[in-house]
């Protein structure tokens, strides 16, 4: 019989510390099945990229962000890239002021390196040292101010399901105003009132959202600008660019190159 996969062994989330961190490396592809932890996740990649997913949406994790996953959330993941994952385990109840729900998390140069050493402590690390005041650092650091928006909320409706799981398969699918109502059983004016009330966001904000997380997961993975571009069903790369520069404040090139600094 195979041994487990080392990297789903369960973490020691009893060791008597506030903040456990935790590494590992993934490839292209692979994915952590559905699971919970009691403890609250900080969950972070060095380098590749991350999608968390959960009953509510998902949240793509490029470098320079991270997703804050509560105690007790179900969650799955899956990897872009070559991935080196870097966790922070938090006890619940360390800290009343962090977030209550999933959230992504600007990683600022302090964060990353304040996360980058906290994996490599031993279990568990020594009190009275620079550990114990890097921890009250990092916890610090978590802060949950909106960020540029790499989340996707999942509709709970039935009919926006429909739609929504036809684009998640193909995302560059186009069926116009009167098709998609049609695919969801209910009128165009139903339909863009029920997404705006279930998503915060309007179907054609949604649909964006969608392609540009997908976007960064090919992106990540080496896929060329143009091949994303036609692939999501931008007649050309200058167009898509456009999108994502409107979405992310620069181009995928720069992006990347930030991330990799």
């Known amino acids: 019989m195979a041994n487990p996969d080392p990297r ?31 403890r609250a996740q900080l969950v972070y990649a060095a380098e590749g990229v991350m999608t968390v997913t959960t009953a509510d949406g998902s949240w793509v994790v490029p470098p320079l962000r991270a997703v804050w996953v509560p105690g007790g959330t179900d969650h799955a993941i899956r990897m872009a890239g070559r991935v080196r994952m870097r966790t922070l385990y938090v006890e619940p109840a360390v800290r009343a002021d ?27 690390y020594p009190l009275g ?25 999942l509709p709970a409706d039935p009919r926006l399901r429909r739609v929504a799981d036809a684009l998640l398969a193909r995302p560059d699918l186009e069926l116009g105003a009167a098709g998609w109502a049609r695919l969801a059983g209910a009128s165009p004016r139903t339909l863009a009132r029920l997404f ?17 997380l997908d976007a960064l997961e090919r ?29 992310l404040g620069t181009t995928p090139g ?8």
Do not use: K, N
Request: with cysteine; net charge positive; aromatic share 6%.
């Open 196 to 212: 705006q009330r279930e998503t915060g966001m309007s179907f054609g904000a949604w649909r964006r959202q969608l392609r540009l």
């Open 254 to 261: 720069d992006y990347f190159a930030d991330a990799a600094r």
């Open 8 to 38: 789903l062994a369960p973490v020691p989330e009893e060791l008597p510390r506030p903040v456990l961190g935790v590494a590992a490396d993934w490839c292209h592809g692979e994915r952590i099945p559905r699971h919970r932890h009691r």
């Open 98 to 124: 962090l977030p209550q729900r999933c959230c992504v998390i600007g990683v600022s140069p302090l964060l990353r390196e304040g996360i980058l050493r906290a994996v490599a402590w031993p279990r568990p």
């Open 129 to 153: 040292g620079v550990e114990e005041r890097l921890v009250a650092v990092l916890l610090d650091e978590i802060d949950p101010t909106p960020v540029a928006p790499l989340h996707l909320p």
């Open 219 to 247: 992106l990540a993975a080496g896929e060329s600008v143009t091949a994303v571009a036609l692939s999501l069903g931008y007649a050309g790369p200058s167009a898509f660019i456009a999108m994502f520069r409107r979405q």
